[in-house]
């Protein structure tokens, strides 16, 4: 997707300065415009008719004065209770932070101006789903509105997209779904492939209320089809989800609550380690001949313990066939450190382990230090998505870089040798543009949060399972 809706966003966002004065959050601002923007959306594209007469775009617009903002209060609980079950979803729960009337006429008259089209910005004008997954990078990018755990950045979320190759027809999950990027692209990417094809099954879990009501609001101003169930995936409830073709996911970092028995008996390895029960459901829940891409910390890949099992695991269910090593600072804190696992489930039982072979880019060592002043960009994974080859379950011809090469592959048996550690590293040495892009004081205290919080969940991990 390409820069989303520019100077839409930044028009837009420029009232959330002007909010801050009424103590509207970054996140509630997103919130709030994506409440309104439903609204306008479902009058420019003839939808109305699933909203009740008296609760529209254009009867919020014509009330004035302090009245408006008492009107819209009543208009999001009117909308709560109706029938139609996307729209309930939504607006369930939804309250407005505003406290000022003339704010909200402010941000009514900014939407009312604006000319856009439903879904992407096709016939080249900005389309509402473009706007959309513009403001919710914005929001990712402020430090202060902590939503960068949510969002994925769109250029890893379109070539990790782009890998799997989803194919029309087939059941899509992303178990921690956030504002529901994968979703949307994997969508997008079987439109693109074949206009006329059925869509795709979506289907996502999303913990946080206020995440889910903006990930739904992602497939609806995109005119997607899908779900996007309030709850955890950790729970019962991922094991009802069924089997999928494909998983993408980037779970949430840190421990889960309640001890370290997963509440899923068939989540074998017992751990408080999230990454590493998220990491077990989507390997269980992948179809014969499935495929997935998950992303997780570098904990996940030297973790002892349960992480040794874990690894184990998967390393027998599943050909883990490629982990691609990602440069700090993408997610916006700069001292996080993450991987992608891509792996599918074989069509037949082995005999021996799945994975018989692994084979990792290193997009880490050397590069410059990401983040909001250098975002990462599709143009950093050419390379990796070259190496990677055309075919989606890493059968692609290959060739090892060497130990000067950021493409190495390493079979089974040295894993195994290893103690089944994926935390192999094999370049070093210091690069030139690396060290002329110097961290800010800011970074640095965020890279060393980042290594005590990586410290503390293993610590913690560790502390549970003593006896």
């Given at each position: 997707?390409s820069?989303?809706?520019?100077?839409?966003?930044?028009?837009?966002?420029?009232l959330?300065?002007?909010l801050?004065?009424d103590?509207?959050?970054?996140h509630q601002y997103?919130?709030e415009?994506a409440?309104?923007?439903?609204?306008k959306?479902?009058?420019q594209?003839?939808?109305?008719?699933q909203l009740?007469?008296?609760?529209?775009?254009?009867?919020?617009r014509?009330?004035?004065g302090?009245?408006?903002?008492?009107f819209?209060?009543a208009?999001?609980?009117?909308?709560?209770?109706?029938?139609?079950?996307?729209?309930r979803?939504?607006?369930?729960?939804a309250?407005?932070?505003?406290?000022?009337?003339?704010?909200?006429?402010g941000?009514?008259?900014?939407?009312?101006?604006?000319?856009l089209t439903?879904?992407d910005?096709?016939?080249?004008?900005?389309?509402?789903?473009?706007?959309?997954?513009g403001?919710?990078e914005?929001n990712?990018?402020?430090l202060?509105?902590g939503a960068g755990?949510?969002f994925?950045?769109?250029p890893l979320?379109?070539s990790?997209?782009?890998?799997l190759?989803?194919r029309?027809g087939?059941s899509?999950?992303?178990?921690?779904?956030g504002?529901?990027?994968?979703l949307?692209?994997?969508a997008?990417?079987?439109?693109?492939?074949?206009a006329?094809?059925?869509p795709?099954?979506?289907?996502g879990v999303?913990?946080?209320p206020?995440?889910?009501?903006l990930?739904?609001?992602?497939l609806t101003l995109?005119?997607l089809?899908?779900?996007?169930?309030l709850?955890?995936?950790?729970s019962?409830?991922?094991?009802e989800?069924?089997?999928?073709?494909?998983?993408?996911?980037n779970?949430?970092?840190?421990?889960?609550r309640g001890?370290?028995?997963?509440?899923r008996?068939e989540?074998r390895v017992?751990?408080?380690?999230k990454q590493?029960?998220?990491?077990?459901h989507?390997?269980?829940?992948l179809k014969?001949?499935?495929?997935?891409?998950?992303?997780?910390?570098d904990?996940?890949l030297?973790?002892?313990?349960?992480?040794t099992?874990?690894r184990?695991?998967?390393?027998?269910t599943?050909?883990l066939?490629?982990i691609l090593?990602?440069?700090?600072?993408?997610?916006?804190?700069p001292?996080v450190k993450?991987?992608?696992?891509?792996?599918?489930?074989p069509e037949?039982?082995?005999?021996?382990?799945?994975?018989?072979?692994?084979w990792?880019?290193?997009?880490r060592?050397?590069?410059?230090?990401?983040?909001?002043?250098?975002?990462?960009?599709?143009?950093h994974l050419?390379?990796?998505?070259?190496r990677f080859?055309d075919?989606?379950?890493g059968?692609?011809?290959r060739s090892?870089s060497?130990?000067?090469g950021?493409?190495?592959?390493?079979?089974?048996q040295e894993?195994?040798a290893?103690?089944d550690?994926?935390?192999?590293?094999?370049?070093s040495?210091p690069?030139p543009q690396?060290?002329?892009?110097?961290?800010?004081p800011r970074?640095l205290?965020?890279e060393?949060?980042?290594?005590l919080?990586?410290a503390?969940t293993?610590?913690?991990?560790?502390a549970?399972e003593?006896?």
């Open positions: 997707m820069s989303p809706g520019g100077g839409f966003v930044a028009r837009l966002w420029a959330c300065h002007v801050r004065d103590g509207i959050t970054y997103v919130e415009l409440l309104l923007l439903f609204l959306m479902a009058k594209t003839g939808a109305e008719a009740p007469a008296g609760a529209r775009w254009d009867d919020l014509r009330v004035g302090e009245a408006q903002l008492q819209y209060q208009l999001l609980a009117r909308l709560a209770g109706v029938a139609d079950q996307r729209v979803a939504i607006f369930a729960g309250t407005t932070g505003l406290r000022s009337a003339r704010h909200l006429a941000l009514v008259a900014a939407l009312d101006a604006l000319e439903a879904g910005a096709e016939d080249g004008g900005p389309g509402l789903g473009e706007l959309y997954e403001l919710l914005k990712a990018s402020e202060k509105s755990q949510y994925t950045p769109r979320v379109a990790i997209v782009h890998l190759r989803p029309a087939e899509i999950h992303d178990p921690a779904a504002t529901g990027g994968f949307v692209y994997a997008r990417y079987i439109k693109a492939a074949a006329a094809a059925p795709a099954r979506l289907l999303e913990l946080v206020s995440t889910r009501r990930a739904l609001m992602n995109h005119g089809a899908g779900e996007v169930l709850g955890d995936a950790l019962p409830l991922g094991a989800l069924g089997a999928a073709d494909v998983i993408l996911t779970p949430p970092f840190g421990n889960k001890g370290g028995a997963p509440a008996p989540l017992a751990t408080r380690n590493l029960l998220f990491l077990q989507c390997y269980r829940a014969p001949g499935g495929r997935a891409a998950v992303i997780v910390p904990n996940v030297f973790e002892e313990h349960a992480g099992a874990t184990a695991e998967l390393l027998a599943c050909d066939h490629t090593r990602l440069p700090t600072g993408i997610f916006y804190a001292g993450t991987n992608v696992l891509f792996f599918c489930r037949r039982p082995t005999t021996g382990d799945a994975s018989e072979r692994v990792i880019y290193d997009l060592t050397g590069l410059p230090p990401l983040g909001k002043r250098a975002p990462l960009t599709r143009e050419r390379d990796f998505e070259h080859g075919d989606p379950y059968r692609a011809p090892d060497g130990p000067r950021r493409f190495r592959s390493f079979s089974r894993l195994r290893r103690g550690t994926l935390d192999l590293c094999w370049l040495g690069d690396a060290a002329a892009a110097a961290p800010t970074e205290t965020a060393i949060l980042g290594c919080s990586a503390t293993e610590l913690e991990a560790l549970a003593l006896p």
